[in-house]
């Protein structure tokens, strides 16, 4: 989620990082119960308005939008099929359910809306300064401390897990179906756990000697303006709209 190429210039960087890690933690927690399709497509349009005022690079976000998708398909191949219900339509033993189709439908509307939020409100925004932003809003701070380390080092197992790859291969390592196969992925798997912990007691060997005592120091200085308010406001508004459109359309049901 957090990655360079969404931290960019745009309207929203000047928002307060704490007041949009909050927005996006509300808007996932207001849409994610919601049951009516047209509070649901009003919560993606909300979510899209925002992706736009981000302003993200078109190609990495076709890559995350699409990696949900393609979660989502699965659901689309399975839910209408299983689900008990009305058919809409039928295929010899094939039976697509409306309640099926719906809650896939449900899905689609309610995961894109809530990605679409924090690509726009907490990926714009780089590791460190939403580490600090996080344990600003009160998170325990071993779970920042967590979050920060793996922010900064999944990238350099990812390496190590590359390299390891890239040796094996020139050593005649073809990946099949077979048990040597999954011997040598296991032997690699613990080279790189081994890596890994050694890697770990560097590092905090170097940090004890930079006088580390359990805590990130942050440079970035927060602080809150009238438009950080003015956008918290205006989101919660918002929010607001969908959730009574929630209820006109459960009153309606």
């Given at each position: ?138 998170c325990p701070p ?31 390592f073809r990946p ?78």
């Amino acid at each position: 989620m957090f990655d360079q190429p969404f931290v960019r210039p745009s309207p929203l960087q000047g928002v307060d990082p704490r007041v949009r890690l909050a927005c996006a933690g509300l808007f996932a927690a207001c849409l994610a119960p919601l049951q009516s399709l047209t509070a649901c497509a009003l919560g993606l349009a909300l979510g899209c308005v925002l992706l736009a005022a981000a302003r993200p690079p078109l190609l990495p976000l076709a890559r995350r939008l699409g990696a949900v998708n393609i979660f989502i398909l699965f659901l689309w191949c399975v839910t209408p099929l299983t689900m008990p219900g009305p058919a809409l339509a039928q295929w010899g033993v094939f039976t697509v359910t409306v309640p099926g189709v719906r809650l896939a439908l449900l899905a689609t509307l309610k995961s894109n809306a809530i990605v679409c939020a924090f690509l726009a409100l907490a990926a714009t925004m780089d590791a460190p300064t939403a580490g600090h932003a996080l344990e600003r809003l009160g998170c325990p701070p071993k779970l920042v401390f967590l979050f920060l380390f793996t922010a900064r080092y999944i990238h350099v197992l990812a390496q190590e897990w590359h390299a390891l790859l890239v040796a094996a291969r020139l050593r005649g390592f073809r990946p099949r179906s077979d048990l040597r196969t999954y011997r040598t992925l296991a032997s690699l798997l613990g080279l790189l756990l081994v890596r890994s912990y050694e890697r770990s007691i560097r590092v905090r060997e170097a940090m004890l000697l930079r006088g580390f005592t359990g805590r990130f120091r942050s440079v970035a200085v927060f602080r809150a303006r009238r438009g950080d308010a003015v956008f918290a406001l205006g989101l919660a508004a918002a929010l607001s709209a969908v959730l009574l459109m929630e209820g006109l359309g459960r009153t309606h049901g």
